[in-house]
């Protein structure tokens, strides 16, 4: 079983985020999970939801605001062992190219 999930953490208030957002992004560094950042939000990779749990409240505790919104998005598919990358594959197998802007 994998467990990819798509998190987002960020303190709600105006100006640059980017220091709370790593702060979030390193407390996942404690957990036994794969991520990659993207501007938009971490996606994580796992074998065990309860993993994933932690590893999300980790990332929701490490950002020091007032106010934090946290948004979570699981993909727990139970009856299959893909990783996000070869879901990505998959997808480019039937695209016939990078699946990106300006690839060929």
């Not at 994998?2 to 560094?29: I, K, N, Q, W, Y």
């Not at 309860?50 to 919104?69: C, T, Y």
């Amino acid at each position: 079983m994998t467990v990819v999930a798509f998190l987002s953490v960020a303190p709600v208030r105006e100006g640059s985020m980017a220091e709370d957002v790593a702060d979030a992004v390193d407390a996942l560094e404690e957990f036994d999970v794969e991520y990659e950042t993207t501007p938009m939000g971490t996606v994580i990779e796992t074998e065990d939801v309860g993993e994933l749990f932690d590893a999300v409240e980790a990332a929701h505790r490490a950002v020091d605001a007032d106010r934090v919104s946290t948004f979570l998005k699981i993909d727990d598919k139970r009856t299959s062992s893909k990783s996000a990358a070869e879901k990505v594959e998959h997808v480019e197998e039937h695209l016939g190219r990078d699946a990106r802007s300006g690839s060929e």
